[in-house]
């Protein structure tokens, strides 16, 4: 019998496509059911571990579409509110170059975003609270999420939370791991788990994670010939880093800057590792599982950020047109009925 994986990418608000997308195969196959290990990254191993909890897809959906507000919740600093008042009166550093001078400008505008993440983490754990079970990983179906680690004795790394293999985390809370695997690096702080310390995203090393998916069904003992993996991601739209000055000004200010200018998204180094592996992984697993690999992704009309819960309409439109009139998404649907 298949040993089928679902594999989910990371994206914030975006995970929508993926939980509609799977409402989709449900709806006419039944397809969780027949799930043998969920995993998923960020946005993605939240929705792995609920599925692996036994929530239904009809509620992640819900969760994705109404409670965007409470996940993205503002944080509203203090400690550091007089000295970057202060900052800001202290004399701009001089250019003379115009465009510089220009993105010196909207950084002193928005100074306090180089000192704090976009959002605490309150409101996603009283969502992931009333979302996941109070029991560990260990009762729930087979499950990974990634995350990566900032301060083991062994320094930091990419690891694996799972209750698949021996000694990687089975005895962790889901809210543990999925507050570790959704710590993404400027919007949310650093979690600390019980167990490894404070962790981040594991989209810095695999957004998608479909390649370290196979490699870690591998280690358990599961048959190359058995597996068979459904990838799924959270929507693309073309995105794109024009040099408008000269290229030596590409330091650490522009790469993470966390303002979006005309010419470049907002982090653009975070954008990169997030949006840039997920191809390569892809690759990957097609060229070992060959027939029994199958990957869907919603092309965007535009570039949503993880964050914007406000273009939930627009990700759901996208979805839903890209379920009714993509071939693609046909093929993606055969290959499941054959498969089921």
């Not at 505008?109 to 996941?132: I, P």
């Not at 209750?163 to 999925?178: F, S």
């Not at 019980?194 to 003992?221: E, I, R």
């Not at 190359?224 to 799924?232: D, H, K």
């Amino acid at each position: 019998m298949a040993y089928l994986i679902l594999s989910c990418d990371g994206g914030g608000i975006r995970g929508l496509i993926t939980a509609l997308l799977l409402q989709d195969l449900e709806k006419d196959f039944g397809i969780l059911g027949r799930v043998k290990l969920f995993a998923g990254t960020s946005t993605g191993g939240i929705l792995a571990l609920a599925l692996a909890s036994g929530l239904g897809i009809d509620a992640i959906v819900n969760v994705y579409q109404n409670d965007g507000p409470q996940i993205f919740t503002p944080l509203h600093p203090g400690e550091l509110d007089a000295l970057l008042e202060r900052l800001k009166l202290a004399p701009r550093p001089p250019t003379g170059d115009p465009q510089m001078h220009n993105i010196i400008e909207q950084v002193w505008k928005n100074l306090d975003s180089l000192f704090y993440v976009r959002y605490n983490n309150t409101g996603l754990a009283s969502v992931l609270k009333s979302l996941l079970p109070n029991r560990t990983l260990r009762e729930l179906r087979n499950v990974m999420v990634t995350t990566f680690q900032l301060d083991s004795p062994e320094g930091w790394q990419p690891i694996t939370i799972n209750n698949v293999i021996a000694n990687q985390g089975a005895d962790t809370l889901p809210i543990d791991a999925a507050l570790s695997t959704g710590a993404a690096p400027t919007y949310f702080p650093p979690y600390k788990h019980p167990q490894y310390g404070y962790c981040v995203d594991g989209g810095v090393f695999a957004n998608n994670p479909s390649s370290l998916t196979l490699a870690v069904a591998l280690q358990a003992g599961i048959p190359l010939s058995e597996i068979v993996m459904l990838s799924l991601g959270t929507g693309f739209a073309i995105q794109k880093m024009e040099i408008v000055l000269p290229p030596t000004f590409y330091g650490p200010l522009l790469w993470l800057l966390p303002i979006a200018l005309p010419s470049m998204p907002a982090t653009p180094l975070i954008e990169v590792l997030l949006s840039g592996v997920g191809p390569a992984d892809s690759f990957q697993c097609q060229q070992i599982l060959d027939g029994n690999f199958m990957r869907a992704d919603v092309p965007l009309p535009a570039f949503i950020s993880m964050d914007n819960y406000r273009a939930v309409d627009q990700l759901q439109s996208a979805a839903e047109s890209y379920i009714r009139n993509s071939p693609a998404w046909q093929q993606v649907r055969a290959w499941v009925g054959k498969l089921l």
